[in-house]
């Protein structure tokens, strides 16, 4: 079946879901959604649901696993069967492994770790449903369910990306402008430290182009990063 074109921004600037080229998704936030692990969050940036569990600090399932000086950080990024239009296999495929990765190394520097030598950390990442922006979303929650566990961090972490659509350049892609845009561009900060701890650019950009759209994914990462201070605080905070 061929590829349907549509038109991704009308004549009066909008995208194809009416949003406006700097406006986010509706964005929701849950934490201690799971009752067996030792924290968890579920982030859902418009479609894209993404479940994340945190066990530990505990002892590595291998004795080679233990770091004399630090916990180890493990993380598994999983997309579920059910996730997208077609039936994914269960299997860890080549993209998931990376974004594991990649999202491991979002946080490593973020989590203080030398708190707890010789223990692991592990973060398992579920996607529900994927409609883009996964692994951005996907470090949103690994962040929140991280803190839920009580996980000492030097600060809260949230992720975004920025598409180049049509010439324009788009805050939090969905999956219609990832697949049919020009480039993409995913971000994760903690901005209370003024350090960026993930990007990436798959596409052409500007210069230019490259620092309004940091611009614009700081600004969004921001709010978020305050999102999930109010939903920890709603949790943690009690009336006397």
Same mark, same amino acid.
């Given at each position: 079946?061929? &590829?349907? +074109?549509?038109?991704?921004?009308?004549?009066?600037?909008?995208?194809?879901?009416?949003?406006?080229?700097?406006?986010?998704?509706?964005?929701?936030?849950?934490?201690?959604?799971?009752?067996?692990?030792?924290?968890?969050?579920?982030?859902?940036?418009?479609?894209?649901?993404?479940?994340?569990?945190?066990?530990?600090?505990?002892?590595?399932?291998?004795?080679?696993?233990?770091?004399?000086?630090?916990?180890?950080?493990?993380?598994?990024?999983?997309?579920?069967?059910?996730?997208?239009?077609?039936?994914?296999?269960?299997?860890?495929?080549?993209?998931?492994?990376?974004? +594991?990765?990649?999202?491991?190394?979002?946080?490593?520097?973020?989590?203080?770790?030398?708190?707890?030598?010789?223990?692991?950390?592990?973060?398992?990442?579920?996607?529900?449903?994927?409609?883009?922006?996964?692994?951005?979303?996907?470090?949103?929650?690994?962040?929140?369910?991280?803190?839920?566990?009580?996980?000492?961090?030097?600060?809260?972490?949230?992720?975004?990306?920025?598409?180049?659509?049509?010439?324009?350049?788009?805050?939090?892609?969905?999956?219609?402008?990832?697949?049919?845009?020009?480039?993409?561009?995913?971000?994760?900060?903690?901005?209370?430290?003024? &350090?960026?701890?993930?990007?990436?650019?798959?596409?052409?950009?500007?210069?230019?182009?490259?620092?309004?759209?940091?611009?614009?994914?700081?600004?969004?990462?921001?709010?978020?990063?305050?999102?999930?201070?109010?939903?920890?605080?709603?949790?943690?905070?009690?009336?006397?």
């Amino acid at each position: 079946m061929g &590829k349907v +074109s549509m038109k991704l921004i009308n004549e009066e600037g909008l995208r194809h879901d009416g949003r406006r080229p700097d406006e986010m998704r509706p964005v929701t936030m849950e934490v201690g959604v799971l009752s067996n692990s030792d924290g968890s969050a579920l982030v859902s940036f418009g479609r894209t649901r993404v479940l994340a569990a945190v066990y530990g600090p505990r002892e590595p399932p291998q004795r080679y696993m233990i770091l004399p000086d630090r916990a180890l950080l493990r993380v598994r990024y999983h997309m579920a069967p059910f996730s997208t239009s077609e039936r994914k296999s269960p299997a860890p495929s080549r993209r998931e492994i990376e974004l +594991s990765k990649v999202i491991r190394e979002a946080l490593e520097d973020i989590v203080l770790t030398h708190l707890y030598p010789r223990t692991s950390i592990d973060i398992f990442i579920e996607v529900l449903q994927a409609d883009g922006g996964t692994r951005t979303a996907a470090v949103t929650a690994a962040s929140l369910a991280l803190a839920d566990a009580g996980i000492p961090m030097k600060a809260l972490v949230a992720g975004v990306a920025v598409g180049k659509i049509e010439g324009v350049l788009v805050l939090d892609v969905d999956e219609i402008e990832d697949g049919s845009g020009e480039a993409d561009m995913p971000v994760a900060a903690a901005p209370d430290i003024g &350090k960026i701890t993930l990007f990436q650019l798959n596409g052409v950009l500007t210069r230019e182009e490259i620092e309004r759209g940091l611009d614009m994914a700081l600004n969004a990462i921001q709010k978020l990063v305050e999102m999930e201070k109010e939903v920890l605080r709603k949790k943690y905070t009690f009336n006397v």
